[in-house]
């Protein structure tokens, strides 16, 4: 079951390359050998945990299954899209988790910021 940040971000560690880090400050997880991350926990941590896929998924979940994918305003029109903790098919959540981690590590290394 996923029904919380702390099982959605041990599910995700159990994919191979994968470290906990954070992103804007938050705990995430992200691929190790590129920087991108794929799960965080978001602006909705007590509800839901953000998963970062493409576009077209984004929109193709909200529309099968809102109850459990969804956007805020402040998501819209990004990568991104929150997923309940309250999902009725958690191995439906844990295939989109891997989902957005093989596209997370088919992406090029996160440029370095020059301090």
């Not at 599910?11 to 804007?24: D, E, K, R, V, W």
């Not at 998963?51 to 991104?80: F, N, R, S």
Request: proline letters at 4%.
């Amino acid at each position: 079951m996923l029904d919380s940040w702390e099982a959605a971000r041990d599910f995700a560690l159990t994919l191979a390359g994968t470290q906990l880090s954070t992103s804007y400050g938050q705990p995430a997880v992200k691929v190790a050998a590129n920087g991108h991350t794929f799960l965080s926990t978001g602006r909705e941590s007590d509800t839901a945990f953000v998963l970062h896929i493409d576009l077209g998924t984004v929109e193709m979940l909200k529309e099968t299954e809102p109850a459990t994918y969804w956007q805020t305003a402040h998501y819209e029109g990004y990568p991104a899209v929150l997923v309940g903790y309250a999902s009725g098919d958690p191995a439906r959540v844990r295939d989109v988790i891997r989902q957005a981690y093989h596209q997370a590590a088919a992406m090029k290394p996160v440029a370095k910021r020059k301090q």
